[in-house]
């Protein structure tokens, strides 16, 4: 039994893929109709199954579907995806997803997925092009040595930050590209890895379920729930600060203990292992130099031109992807590394984070798993029918755990909000309740599961870090019940107020 490990994230998400396909034979197939803008025709598409209808684009198509949204935020752009079209839940003929589908999925979910895979494999050339050059390492030497005796602050200001960026636009698939550079400056300052990794991931999870101004989260859920996007504002926003505040609390409390007492650590065991992957700067006496500090600078760059093009210029992947690689090119000419010399360490650094590629896309497998056997809307319609004629309070906190159970089967916050908005925002008229609190059960639930949801982004997050996710699940879950149980009164609050 001692030699028993606990499987690596690849082993989890295929064992869930295999769950999934398995469900495709037990769980009925169906489907919601939907209902998108067509911009260039001025008409709406309805798509039922294998069959699509224009429809006039105008507010009484939208009455007679009982879809309570305004017409111009479907011409104003704010939705752009299908959303689902309440009570037109049909069943269909099963789909159940075989052994060669479930082969096929993974390799179906990297193609799917290549995006954001490739965004990772350039990072990881980007961060080998900037190692070669001794210049994070000289970087590293000269922080660890100002932050000394104030390393708490790196904690403080890295998770807020973060979190900012996840209320106000989303920062959530981005922040895999801070891990290879934080862990070793988080390693100068004597914490562990779990540290760094509790401020990221904790940070952005934290950010994104507190949504304020997000437009892939709070602002399309509102849209799609049929109310302003400052309904419940003010309430989103305390919870944002408080809920930041228990993560803080949380981590700043692990890490002083570590520090005290590194045998304390959950990954004491890991502390050479990934010290030797991340932490041959952390005892570094490189000088930073003129040349290496203008390296750093257009690193740095690369990080704020890439928010400021997510939250300002409506950049996604492929500009994001575009500015890493165009980084690496300008710091190997700076650094008058040779072009052979460049390609083959651009290419080990990408080969770096391939396991953590290969992740995302077996994630994105099991998505294609759930589509293809036509179960995720079955899991959608089962929901919306457990809160029929509930208490205020109660239908509060069930719509938390509903979405945190949806969030496993369509971990896309944005795609969430349009397909269930328009579904499930009509059940809190019966009830006798806002709509916003149907949005913010959305937010919180799919928020709160995000933190160990193996179909999101903690396993490749994990990956790179090399902790396994039993690891993980020991040091957030206390955190988890606290942040549970703390969103569940203040919903119960809000209901009642």
């Keep these: 039994m001692k030699n028993l490990k606990f499987p690596t994230a690849q082993s989890i998400l295929l064992i869930i893929a295999g769950c999934v396909a398995l469900l495709t034979y ?26 699509t209808v224009v429809l006039p684009a105008t507010q009484n198509t939208l009455d007679s579907l009982q879809i309570k949204i305004p017409l111009e935020k479907f011409t104003s752009g704010d939705l752009w995806k299908p959303i689902g079209i309440p009570n037109t839940y049909k069943r269909l003929e099963s789909r159940p997803q075989g052994l060669i589908a479930l082969i096929k999925s993974p390799i179906q979910g990297i193609i799917e997925a290549s995006d954001i895979i490739f965004l990772v494999l350039i990072i990881g050339g980007l961060i080998g092009i900037i190692n070669h050059t001794g210049a994070f390492e000289a970087g590293i030497s000269w922080l660890s040595v100002t932050l000394r005796g104030r390393e708490y602050w790196l904690i403080i200001s890295v998770t807020f930050l973060i979190a900012l960026g996840g209320t106000s636009f989303g920062l959530a698939e981005e922040t895999i590209a801070f891990y290879p550079i934080l862990i070793p400056v988080f390693l100068a300052a004597k914490y562990d890895a779990m540290v760094p990794l509790a401020s990221i991931y904790l940070g952005s999870s934290v950010g994104t379920m507190c949504s304020t101004v997000n437009p892939f989260s709070s602002i399309i859920a509102s849209d799609a729930a049929g109310i302003n996007w400052t309904a419940g504002l003010n309430f989103r926003l305390v919870m944002f600060v408080l809920c930041t505040a228990i993560c803080l609390i949380y981590i700043l409390r692990y890490a002083r203990r570590v520090k005290q007492n590194p045998s304390v650590s959950i990954i004491y065991n890991q502390k050479t292992e990934i010290e030797q ?31 400021y093009g997510v939250s300002r210029l409506g950049w996604w992947f492929i500009e994001m992807t575009s500015v890493f690689f165009v980084g690496a090119v300008l710091i190997g000419l700076i650094s008058h590394i040779k072009e052979s010399e460049f390609v083959d360490v651009f290419v080990r650094g990408a080969g770096d984070l391939l396991g953590v590629a290969l992740i995302i896309g077996i994630a994105r497998g099991i998505s294609v798993l759930m589509d293809n056997g036509l179960i995720s809307d079955t899991m959608l319609y089962y929901g919306s029918q457990l809160t029929d004629n509930m208490n205020k309070g109660i239908f509060a906190n069930a719509m938390i755990f509903v979405y945190s159970g949806l969030s496993f089967f369509i971990p896309s916050s944005s795609g969430m909000a349009v397909l269930t908005m328009p579904i499930m925002a009509p059940l809190s008229d019966g009830i006798g309740v806002s709509r916003e609190v149907v949005v913010n059960a959305y937010q919180y639930g799919m928020g709160l599961f995000a933190f160990i949801n193996p179909t999101g982004l903690i396993l490749p997050s994990l990956a790179i870090v090399k902790v396994g996710f039993n690891r993980w699940l020991k040091f957030v879950t206390p955190l988890l019940i606290v942040l549970t149980l703390f969103t569940m009164l203040m919903m119960t609050v809000l209901v009642f107020m």
């Design 277 to 307: 992957l991340f932490g041959t700067v952390v005892h570094s006496n490189a000088k930073l130099n003129h040349r290496m500090r203008f390296i750093l600078l257009i690193f740095i760059s690369c990080f704020i031109v890439m928010i």
């Design 26 to 51: 037990m769980v009925p197939a169906g489907q919601y109709d939907t209902l998108s803008y067509n911009k260039t025709e001025n008409t709406f598409l309805k798509t039922a199954a294998s069959t």
